[in-house]
């Protein structure tokens, strides 16, 4: 294993355009396990911690929270609400509410302005539920080389969950979206702590709002969502990182022109070009907001497997994309010469689901190997070891590799 | 028919008690290690996130921590003046070389368990007790200058600026001062608890009395209410966040030129953090006059 040098990533991150399916092994090496530098093994990651409604998870920040799900619960087709990741941006977040005034207030371009109870959107609207991948668009934002500042996750930002609630189209549709209407914006009930800082508020554009399948969920694996993942409302965006997830959301917005702010218009963007790469010596010029996921695929066991010569060892992982729907994931023990197909396990729950994986190796000798797992989607589109690097550390997505040391 | 009738708001008062769902954040003390800046560190970046934001990162150099707090400065609407960058980045680069953040929670003590009277002390022997289980700390006086507090942040209290209500005095002494080094005091009586009480409320009082202007309410409207909330009592949204909870006005009534300086350069050690940067002087004179008009006392 060697850290790709500057000068070869430069070259490289020119050539991968975007929409390209590149060969999946530009070269063999990759630095997500570099030992030089093991972020996932660094100390401040030990101490886990019990947050209410949640079991013990890595403590990235107390306040405002950030946890991650430990690897453990990824064996698993959903993630359990107690060890599902959070992540808030503004250190005033909601710790009461009270669902007796609680509103959900959908206004600005439409005929009738809403304010709807929690009740009311049980009541009064169709329940709809959807599996789906949330993910941080910074998850595994430790791994980027060189380093990023930021949340520094290994793959725990993220889970798998059972949502169920109303579809936004229905309650755009309830309060007659006027014509002209461009873009909607969302807000939940987190405050920032002063008066200079942005509230946290995201859009989508309106098409994508009322598609049928963004939707404001009040439970989560059918039980209310937790206080610390958005209860009592949270806006689901299928496909798309969860920073569109807007959390105990309270205000939906139609608005008749383009949504202007500081979580859309300066946070949470990615290079336009050069399939959304750059390199810290050449930032891009152009970004755009962040969307939809990317097609990616991760070991959860092993990382830490004591492997023996000539016995069998189980490699288990999972893989999703943006909905478009993964085929297949391969193996490969070489260093990406020759690879093979594992089997799907546990249930397909739907295109925005992730598909668990398994397979089982056996170590040919004793010494070290390389694994590495790449996922294949409906479009034909395969993950590559192509570097990857943006200034925000977002949507990591290369082939994900790890080191077995084998023993006699 | 009346019994039916205290049933429905028996059950009225439950179903709304069940419509409200809390939490209580673990909460941690801030960790300042030693190093150039601490101080300066420990007023400008605590109010919007706590240090294990710094205890992540990868290790950076002065340029990208200069950068960072820029950023904060920049895109977060940080109150920091651009020239104090280098020195908070300087702290940024020598905490990271500092050993890891031990992690230490906040506990809020339980309820004590016997009952005070807060006017039934004799300051007089309170001063023995005072002497004996304060002054290290808060100093012979009551200044917040005894020889114990040598690099603490927050660092104890000044008990001779402005005047305290006595339960809040109480408390202090029975749960300790969670976020702070104050202690709980369990091993003193109520006796002592009462006499030390009388003691320490003497040691400071009221304050010129001003005059509130809509200026002034709207300005801590505006800046200090997320916190401190709308009345000044300290519940304010964030405030259920915060590791040290904020001045609650209406049981504190800081002295004006103490007020000033906690609003101008920021309380090292606690969320309280420098206006210098959003506020000019007028203004920030306006707010201390103000918070002083809040006070209820018991």
């Known amino acids: 294993m060697h850290l790709i040098d500057r000068r070869t990533f430069?070259?490289?991150?020119?050539?991968?355009?975007?929409?390209?399916?590149?060969?999946?092994?530009?070269?063999?090496?990759?630095?997500?396990s570099a030992a030089a530098d093991r972020p996932q093994a660094a100390p401040w990651r030990s101490r886990l911690v019990k947050f209410p409604e949640k079991t013990e998870m890595i403590l990235l920040t107390d306040r405002p929270p950030q946890l991650e799900t430990p690897l453990k619960y990824f064996k698993q087709d959903l993630t359990p609400n107690e060890a599902f990741f959070v992540r808030w941006h503004l250190s005033g977040i909601p710790t009461s509410v009270d669902l007796g005034t609680f509103r959900l207030s959908v206004g600005g371009h439409v005929e009738k302005p809403l304010s709807l109870s929690v009740a009311d959107l049980k009541k009064n609207f169709e329940p709809v539920s959807l599996v789906a991948v949330g993910q941080c668009s910074g998850n595994s934002r430790s791994f980027f080389q060189p380093r990023v500042a930021g949340g520094q996750w290994a793959n725990g930002a993220m889970?798998?969950?059972?949502?169920?609630?109303?579809?936004?189209?229905?309650?755009?549709?309830?309060?007659?979206?006027?014509?002209?209407a461009v873009d909607v914006r969302f807000a939940g009930l987190d405050e920032p702590p002063l008066p200079d800082t942005a509230k946290f508020v995201k859009s989508l554009d309106l098409q994508h709002a009322a598609d049928g399948e963004v939707m404001v969920?009040?439970?989560?694996?059918?039980?209310?969502?937790?206080?610390?993942?958005?209860?009592p409302l949270r806006l689901i965006v299928p496909g798309w990182f969860a920073t569109y997830w807007v959390k105990s959301l309270n205000q939906i917005n139609v608005l008749p022109e383009k949504f202007k702010g500081f979580w859309m218009d300066k946070a949470y963007r990615i290079p336009k070009a050069d399939n959304h790469n750059e390199s810290p010596q050449r930032l891009a010029t152009e970004t755009i907001p962040i969307n939809r996921h990317t097609l990616r695929s991760i070991f959860v066991t092993p990382p830490n497997v004591a492997a023996l010569a000539d016995k069998p060892i189980e490699v288990e992982g999972l893989a999703f994309d943006d909905g478009t729907g993964v085929t297949k994931v391969e193996l490969s023990s070489d260093g990406g010469k020759s690879w093979n197909e594992t089997k799907f396990v546990g249930d397909d729950m739907g295109k925005y689901a992730w598909r668990r994986w398994k397979t089982s190796w056996t170590p040919p000798a004793p010494g070290s190997f390389t694994l590495m797992c790449c996922a294949t989607n409906k479009a034909g589109v395969m993950q590559t070891t192509a570097p990857q690097w943006n200034r925000s550390g977002y949507q990591r997505n290369v082939i994900e590799q790890i080191q077995v040391e084998v023993r006699a | 028919m009346k019994r039916i009738a205290l049933l429905v708001i028996v059950l009225a008062a439950s179903i709304a008690q069940a419509q409200v769902k809390s939490i209580e954040l673990p909460k941690y003390q801030p960790y300042l290690p030693p190093g150039p800046g601490r101080e300066l560190f420990a007023t400008s970046c605590l109010s919007c996130h706590a240090t294990r934001y710094i205890t992540m990162q990868p290790v950076m150099t002065q340029g990208k921590w200069e950068e960072s707090v820029r950023k904060m400065i920049k895109t977060y609407g940080a109150p920091i003046s651009e020239e104090l960058v280098p020195e908070i980045a300087q702290y940024l680069v020598a905490f990271q070389q500092a050993p890891l953040d031990p992690l230490s929670r906040v506990t809020a003590n339980p309820e004590p368990k016997i009952s005070f009277d807060p006017n039934a002390g004799d300051a007089g022997k309170g001063k023995a007790v005072y002497a004996r289980a304060c002054a290290s700390c808060h100093g012979t006086e009551g200044k917040g200058d005894g020889p114990a507090m040598a690099n603490l942040l927050p660092v104890a209290t000044n008990l001779t600026a402005g005047r305290f209500a006595r339960s809040a005095v109480v408390r202090a002494i029975t749960h300790g001062v969670p976020g702070t080094s104050m202690p709980a005091f369990p091993s003193?009586?109520?006796?002592?608890?009462?006499?030390?009480?009388?003691?320490?409320?003497?040691?400071?009082?009221?304050?010129?009395?001003?005059?509130?202007?809509?200026?002034?309410?709207?300005?801590?409207?505006?800046?200090?209410?997320s916190c401190h909330g709308n009345d000044g009592r300290g519940d304010g949204f964030n405030a259920s966040t915060l590791p040290r909870a904020p001045t609650n006005f209406s049981q504190r009534e800081p002295a004006t030129e103490q007020a000033l300086k906690a609003i101008t350069d920021g309380v090292a050690g606690t969320p309280m953090p420098s206006w210098k940067a959003k506020l000019a002087d007028p203004q920030r004179k306006l707010l201390a006059d103000y918070v002083r008009t809040l006070y209820h006392g018991d």
């Open chain 1, 10 to 32: 430069l070259k490289i991150s020119g050539l991968t355009g975007a929409g390209i399916v590149a060969p999946r092994v530009v070269f063999a090496a990759d630095a997500t």
């Open chain 1, 217 to 231: 969920a009040y439970a989560m694996n059918d039980a209310d969502l937790p206080m610390l993942n958005g209860y």
């Open chain 1, 159 to 180: 889970g798998c969950a059972k949502w169920t609630g109303v579809r936004l189209k229905d309650l755009l549709e309830r309060a007659g979206v006027k014509s002209g």
């Open chain 2, 188 to 225: 003193l009586s109520a006796g002592d608890v009462q006499d030390v009480v009388a003691c320490v409320t003497q040691m400071g009082g009221a304050t010129e009395p001003t005059i509130v202007s809509d200026q002034a309410k709207l300005l801590f409207t505006q800046n200090c209410a």
